[in-house]
């Protein structure tokens, strides 16, 4: 099982970024796929939410009207697209997979985005 996010960098404010998540050894289609994020000394937060089949995204309120979660499940990929970008976004990005009804969970090696004058 893999899961690889790229896309990330160094961005100033207001810039954007789009982030990739690919996704290997798993029934893709079968997972709800999350954003998550940390920064330096803090806890680790649910960014954004995407369900199996895109029916449903959920974002938490720090970045609602400014990220957008998508999928391609032919692609195995789902991707978190960041707008307007605040040197609060400052920090590692990881990609994870969860199935509940199986208890299954996967994350991704992380990505870091700086975003910084």
């Known amino acids: 099982v893999q899961l690889v996010e790229s896309g990330g960098g160094l961005v100033q404010p207001g810039g954007s970024l789009r982030l990739s998540c690919a996704a290997s050894?798993?029934?893709?289609?079968?997972?709800?796929m999350s954003w998550y994020r940390q920064a330096p000394g803090k806890e680790r937060e649910l960014v954004a939410t995407?369900?199996?089949?895109?029916?449903?995204?959920d974002y938490a309120d720090s970045v609602k009207g400014r990220f957008t979660i998508s999928r391609d499940n032919a692609k195995n990929t789902v991707y978190l697209q960041m707008n307007s970008l605040k040197p609060a976004d400052t920090a590692v990005y990881y990609c994870?997979?969860?199935?509940?009804?199986?208890?299954?969970?996967?994350w991704g090696q992380g990505t870091q985005v700086t975003v910084s004058s």
């Open positions: 994870y997979a969860e199935r509940r009804s199986y208890s299954l969970t996967y």
């Open positions: 050894g798993f029934t893709f289609s079968r997972y709800v």
């Open positions: 995407i369900t199996s089949a895109s029916l449903m995204t």
